[in-house]
């Protein structure tokens, strides 16, 4: 064993992580990788022992059992059609606005936000869906794909969220609380999106075209049914799991299971439900979780390493001691994320930093609720910015060739996104409420 600095330590962990991340390997393995060796060459073979307690308890956290149930629902209704009809209804509306068709995608991304929780699955619908029926009709390409990665993102923040059940037992507060702190902010994001989409078109005209009378004049009850069976089972959804949490009839864990049978008789309903389908989902189901879950056991052995060692104490130290104040200590820890999510998936943000960086929260006189919501807004831009940008990568993967959309063109249209999330975590910090508000009125 060798005796090191907690300094030492800090920095070789950390600078270790970034360079195995940056090799290309899957996080799981960069990040076990590190914390072994580390841990080895701390602790000897004790680190095996520290590494079974810090594993047991989050792959037995009840909490964290929601995960594979949000995931099982968020998959469940993609195979149900239900994204299909919300389009169609949405479309019927908006269509005839100059820009209309990328406020849809936005509205249709917020939708599924609150049903789906898996931004795999919404980017991916998103644009099967939009982004054909957008190029076709002459949007700028730019544009159409900026309003598909901003409103497939926003499934992550949107509760029921994967982000949201993982950071609750990180940093040991309510996920029910976390699930209403961030409605009002994923709402408001989206407004943001669309006023933007909605001034910029009107300003360049050039950018979009309106969608031929034609194609949108049908009666007004044909439209008004459309959009009432399109939209009453998402509410249905969002009701069973939210509404059961508001109410305080069931936690987390039970809600979901809640959302999952809930989605399972929609599916059916939809005239989906078969043997095909129900296979696939359960495989797509058990692969995501069980990544997400192998991430989680890598990145906590690798926590409890770096806590041990006293890493934990260097960060916060170095942190704390920024100037400013508590405001400029918060504004570090952000800046923090923010470079963190350049580079690093956002699993294995929030299972490594999380320990280390909540606690600082009462510290500061801040409201943990309000604290994690901020972080959880600010980890948005981490899908949206180059070189780890996942919404990025899964549009241009999933893209048909033919409509030409290249990587400059989805950067592009990303950027001014960015810059609105900033304003986003501007107004939470001037209107706290925005976020403490509805926790406030949960029952208990």
Sequence with gaps: ?????????????????????LSGFPLALPIGTVALVVGWLLFGPSVFSLFYQQIFSILHNYVLLALPLFVFMGVVLEYSGIADKMYDALFLL?????????IVTVLLGTVLAACVGVITASVTMLTSLALPAMIKRGYDKSLAAGAICAGGSLGILIPPSVMLVIYGPMARISVG????????????????????????????????????????????????????????????????????????????TEA?????????????????FNWVNLRNILRRSLSISSMVMLIGACSVAFTGVFLKAGGGEVVQETVLATPGGRWGVFAMVMLIY???????????????????????????????????IMIC??????????????????????????????????????????????????????FPQVILWLPSMMIK
């Design 94 to 102: 908006f269509s005839g606005f100059r820009g209309g068709l990328a």
């Design 177 to 252: 609380k976390l699930f209403f702190g961030a409605m009002v902010p994923g709402v408001l994001l989206s407004f943001l999106y669309c006023s933007y989409i909605g001034i910029r078109c009107l300003i360049q005209k050039k950018l979009t075209t309106t969608v031929p009378p034609e194609e949108r004049t049908v009666p007004v009850l044909y439209k008004l049914k459309l959009l009432f069976t399109s939209l009453v089972p998402p509410v249905f959804i969002i009701l069973s799991v939210l509404g059961s949490i508001f109410a305080g009839i069931a936690p987390p």
């Design 1 to 21: 064993m060798i005796d090191l600095s907690p300094e030492i330590v800090t920095i070789l962990m950390l600078g270790g992580l970034l360079v195995t991340i």
């Design 377 to 430: 807004v600010n980890l948005q831009m981490s899908f949206l910015t180059p070189p780890y940008a996942f919404a990025i990568f899964v549009l241009r993967g999933v893209a048909p060739p033919e409509l030409g959309v290249t990587s400059a063109d989805i950067i592009k249209g990303v950027i001014p996104y960015i810059l609105l999330i900033i304003v986003a975590l501007m107004l939470c910090i001037f």
């Design 338 to 372: 923010f470079i963190l999510g350049f580079f690093i998936e956002w699993l294995g943000i929030f299972f490594i930093m999380v320990p280390i960086l909540s606690p600082l929260a009462p510290m500061l006189g801040f409201d943990p609720i309000w604290f994690g």
């Design 256 to 272: 979901a299971a809640i959302g999952a049978f809930a989605s399972l008789v929609l599916t059916a309903a939809y005239g989906r």
